[in-house]
């Protein structure tokens, strides 16, 4: 296969992810509305493009952090949607057997570790990683997803800080969705492109299209590469939106008319759709076909995860000590 | 520096009896430990210079080269990396130069480190020891001499231990250490100058109280420097023919309930000797379990705590009223056995 051919299955498979993600996330506001899943969840339609871009520009052995907004970097590492399901509804066939919940899809296996409901909380787990990696010399790296709303906590600066100093292979990736839960960016923060943060602690800051998944795994990739080959970490403003609210119970009234849109206007899966059929790698018709496909798995999987059971509180005490 | 995740070899290396002090056993234990464990490193605010603020690493950034790293000032972003470390091979031991510094890492105490493993469903262990300095006495003033022994007791999740003597600072922090999962590791600042026997290769179990002295007339329960004092007042009570039983509680999580209840089944009386103010704290912990139980009570049990709603002063006659003493331990067990 020919290095244009090989990038172009890859492309495809990301096309697919980013419809999985989308249609897994649809799914799971109709099981909310069903009742079939309790608490809240925070989705990240319109994300897709981070998550999967960023997501494929790690290679066997990296690990990375995310948030309770991560089912997008869960399914992009290759957690199913039927282990997403049965989290969501607090089966032991859930990916951390119903215990943790929308906020904690975690797969270790899949170098996700962890998915954290503390806003800026992951932050430093992924420089403890890549120090790891750094003392162990072991040739891997780690990424981190946060919001906006986290470049403003303690631990963002905490954790860009030590990275700097030690040199630590690591990438903090900023998905920027305007939105700091309810606040709008400019009413909760000093600076208006949140990269530039990257500047007092002496690494690059990169804004990126978060929108073009190409450019999004283009920019993770040679940040990454960087970061593993000993060039020390970068901080990568990724610019999207979130087409829903910050929580299941949000409606986003506090948007501007027609800011949701505009955005549409520019969805990553649109964006991805049109430039693989321009290129002929991917018609229409078969992309239509692929986005059918995955809403009949993602209606399969959500079935087959209802079936299955729940531990009882007493077996969850395993997971509370190891010794 | 591969050799890093290299297993550990079998310790089975006989105990040797060595005199050292209460900072040299903990640099003992550090040294063994590290010394066993390729995976073990040290990390907190100047732990490599100069031995660090305590004196406890004095000759380990020699021995350990690239293995006691010094921090930045953050306590909750490098305890956060101690977890990432802790979950991807490595076996940190993060020193906290004052426990009143501990809220600054208090989402990584109380939301990150205990519950890690447990919302994965059990797919992380997180073999982190958190070292901290903690205490009054030494002068250095309200918001530097909590022990802050109890403040994170009630947090599943968490081990929690204190060190009251050379030898026993040194066999729990090995087996904190040595623990999979995340535990709080209590020194005392005025200890680490004291001076006392170790058998250098034993390590601890977990969870279990120590009688360090045996007596039938009353029951006092300590940790840390109240240990020695509560040692003293049992001295001076033996003057006048009361004979108390000391326990060290060493464990806060999981406490030794069964150690402290066997004591006072068999005096009846129950002095705790504790420093720290008593609400909230591992001495009401006690009383409450205890009040769940059948004691045949000879007497109501008693605190001997920091004094109500007051905070500890830097003033240093003031400070030593503040922090309980051999003789208010002994007045108090004064009272309970009626004389």
Redesign the interface.
Known sequence: MTDTAAGADRRVGWYHQMWTIRLFEEKVQELFMGGLIQGTTHLCQGQEAVSVGAIAAMTKGD?Q?NTYRGHGEALALGMTPETGFAELMGRAT???????GSM?F???SLGN??A???VG?G???????????K????PFG?LTFFGDGATNI??FH??L??AA?WKTPVVFIIVNNLYGEYSPQMTTTSTVDLARRADPHGMPGIIVDGQDVDEVNKVVSEALERARAGGGPSLLEMKTYRYRGHSRTDPAKYRAPGELDRWKERDPITILGAKLAAEGILSTEQQQAAQAQVQADIDAAAERAATAPTLSLEE?R?????? | ??T??EPAPADDAAPVAVELTYREAINAALEDEMAADPAV?LLGEDVNADGGVFKTNIGLPEKFP??VLP??I?E???????????????R?VVEIMFADFLPTAG??II??LPK????????????VTVRISSGGGAGFGTQHSATAESWFMAQ??MRIVTASSPQSAYELLRAAIR???PVLFYEHKVLYTRKGPVERGTISD?GTARVVREGTDLTIVATLLMVERALAAAEALAADGISAEVIDLRWIRPLDHATVEASVRKTGRLVIAEEQWHEGGWGATIISKLAQTRIPWKASPSAVSLPHDLLIPYSPPLEAEMLPSADRIAAAARTAVGR
Request: aromatic content about 8%; proline content about 5%.
């Open positions: 690990v952090t859930g990916g951390s057997k119903g215990v943790g904690h975690i797969d270790t570790i962890g954290n409901a503390i909380a932050l430093p787990i992924a420089v403890g990683a890549a120090l790891s990696f003392l162990q010399g072991k780690a303690g631990t905490e954790a800080n030590m100093v969850t395993q997971y509370v000590y190891a010794d | 520096m591969s890093l995740t490193v690239g293995r921090t930045p953050c909750n972003g490098f305890m956060g990396v101690a977890l990432g470390m802790s979950i991807t091979g490595m940190p989402d990584a939301n990150q890690y493993r447990y919302m994965s469903g059990g797919q992380f262990t997180v073999p599943p999740g623990n999979n999962d977990v």
